[in-house]
């Protein structure tokens, strides 16, 4: 799965590399976790960043552990599943990043965060689609959730899946309303590993109130504690 993520560009790094409009007041995130409001471009607006929840909204989920909120979608079966099959034909979007973390098992009790990221560091995009439906109190709001696929060499290390990572001519592809389902189903693996680099970041991370840059750095392997590890 992937349960947190990054976007700590800025507003004219992100309006240049996606050439949508952001609005004046966007701060850049380094801890981005499910039920937050963040951006997405979608196919029905793609010259502007619109504000999405993340699986659901916080009032909905308010009372459920993260297991059980919808974040994410597997990307083999997303054109076959009766809950995504209409978003993936008619509703896609794309959730700009920079990075995603993922937590690396040592046993019952330790868990080693990493950081995932292009080789540059440059921006990227994560596949997503979204949904719309009316709120008890009668307000109109959004969700997206990330497809996820089979993990490469870089990711494998660490979780048995990863977010589907488009190019920029994918990213095209996947907001054209055109686009055949056949088509869109080839973008829908795992990104090239020799263009990725991970490595061990702050047990910070662990918590979604720590949304700092001190978060993204890179540290000696840590476990949850914050003890130094043999472990990489």
Not at 99 to 119: A, C, D, N, S, V
Not at 132 to 159: A, C, D, K, M, R
Not at 178 to 202: G, W
């Amino acid at each position: 799965m992937c349960g947190r993520y990054s976007l700590s560009k800025s507003k004219i790094e992100l309006e240049e590399r996606f050439q949508a409009e952001m609005l004046p007041d966007f701060n850049p995130r380094y801890n981005i976790a499910p039920t937050q409001l963040v951006p997405v471009i979608t196919s029905a607006s793609p010259k502007g960043f619109s504000f999405f929840y993340w699986g659901i909204t916080p009032d909905f989920g308010k009372n459920k552990p993260v297991a059980q909120k919808l974040i994410n979608a597997k990307a083999e079966t997303v054109d076959q599943k009766i809950s995504f099959k209409s978003s993936f034909q008619r509703r896609r979007c794309i959730i700009p990043a920079d990075g995603f973390y993922e937590w690396k098992k040592l046993g019952k009790k330790t868990k080693i965060p990493y950081r995932f990221t292009l080789r540059d560091n440059e921006l990227f995009s994560m596949a997503g689609i979204w949904e719309e439906y009316e709120s008890v109190s009668g307000e109109t709001q959004h969700t997206f959730l990330i497809l996820t696929t089979t993990p490469n060499e870089v990711v494998s290390e660490i979780h048995d899946r990863m977010p589907v990572i488009l190019t920029k001519e994918a990213e095209k592809k996947w907001l054209d309303n055109y686009s055949s389902e056949e088509d869109l189903k080839k973008y829908l693996a795992p990104y090239t590993s020799d263009q990725m680099l991970s490595f061990t970041v702050s047990p910070l991370v662990n918590s979604v109130a720590n949304d700092t840059a001190a978060v993204m750095r890179k540290t000696s392997p840590m476990d949850q504690h914050g003890n130094y590890t043999l472990f990489g």
